[in-house]
Nanobody
Framework: QVQLVESGGGLVQTGGSLRLSCAAS????????MGWFRQAPGKEREFVAA????????YYADSVKGRFTISRDNVKNTLYLQMNNLKPEDTAVYYC?????????????????WGQGTQVTVSS
């Protein structure tokens, strides 16, 4: 079992940056592919980025490619999402999730463990 706690959200102006963190409990973090998803009001939860168990493979949604960077520190049991050049359409609750397997995947249904989310608001 993995427990996930996100932090780092907040209010930022268009063009600004934020770094989200996701602290994981349990010794299995380093064995799992991890991902970030987001959900805006009235919309479905959508894929943002994913990383394989060792950081060797990463995947991004087209809407964030070139602006967001996913990374992980398996010593600190922490997942990160560096978000640059933020836009109002990035406003959402951001969730980190663990797959339970080593590979990364953009498919929401492949994630077994979820955090509670952190709010990101980008003002225009």
């Amino acid at each position: 079992q993995v427990q996930l706690v996100e932090s780092g959200g907040g209010l930022v102006q268009t063009g600004g940056s934020l770094r989200l963190s996701c602290a994981a409990s349990g010794r299995t973090f380093s064995s799992y592919g991890m991902g970030w998803f987001r959900q805006a009001p009235g919309k479905e939860r959508e894929f943002v980025a994913a990383v394989s168990w060792n950081g060797g493979s990463t995947y991004y949604a087209d809407s964030v490619k070139g602006r967001f960077t996913i990374s992980r520190d398996n010593v600190k049991n922490t997942l990160y999402l560096q978000m640059n050049n933020l836009k109002p359409e990035d406003t959402a609750v951001y969730y980190c999730a663990a797959t339970g397997v080593i590979r990364a995947t953009p498919s929401l249904n492949n994630y077994a463990y979820w955090g509670q989310g952190t709010q990101v608001t980008v003002s225009s």
